[in-house]
């Protein structure tokens, strides 16, 4: 059994009054989620979210460490994927989406951001962020 771990968070934005959130739609499955990547190296989770969201999508963030919530499934046989997700501000809002890996990035205001999502493990994960978030 091979294990792979990820890191990424749920990044927000206040925009005029509404509270929105990032989500990437992947060119190989075309599922929306949120922003996470492998850890590299000795990367902390922290480190390993910041980083991969700026490459994803040229965003900076500030994490927030009090949220922490992890989502374990089976990618593939013979393996089992750990994603760790926290909370993260964005510092800019213009985005840029890694050509190779990104099809399309949105804000999402966070009222209509279950009908987005395309798995009930993300759905799972921005409901327990809501109030955090808020």
């Known amino acids: 059994m ?6 990424g968070a749920i990044v ?10 990032l989500l990437i739609k992947h060119i190989n ?19 390993t979210a910041m980083r991969e969201i700026k490459e994803e999508t040229g965003i900076d963030v500030i994490i927030d460490p009090t ?3 992890i ?4 990618p593939k046989k013979d393996t089992n994927k750990q994603v760790v997700y926290f909370i993260a501000r964005a510092k800019n809002t213009d985005f840029t989406p890694q050509e190779d ?6 804000w ?3 009222g209509r951001i279950c009908s987005v999502l395309s798995y009930e493990n993300d759905k799972s994960i921005v409901n327990k962020a809501k109030n ?3």
């Open 12 to 21: 927000y934005r206040k925009y005029h009054g509404n509270t929105e959130i």
């Open 108 to 110: 999402v205001e966070l």
């Open 67 to 69: 949220f922490r919530e």
């Open 132 to 134: 955090f978030i808020i």
């Open 29 to 47: 499955s075309g599922h929306w989620s949120f922003p996470k990547g492998h850890v590299e190296g000795n990367e902390t989770e922290i480190e």
């Open 101 to 106: 890996e990104i099809a399309e990035i949105r």
């Open 2 to 7: 091979q294990n792979e771990k990820s890191c």
């Open 71 to 74: 989502v374990s499934y089976s």
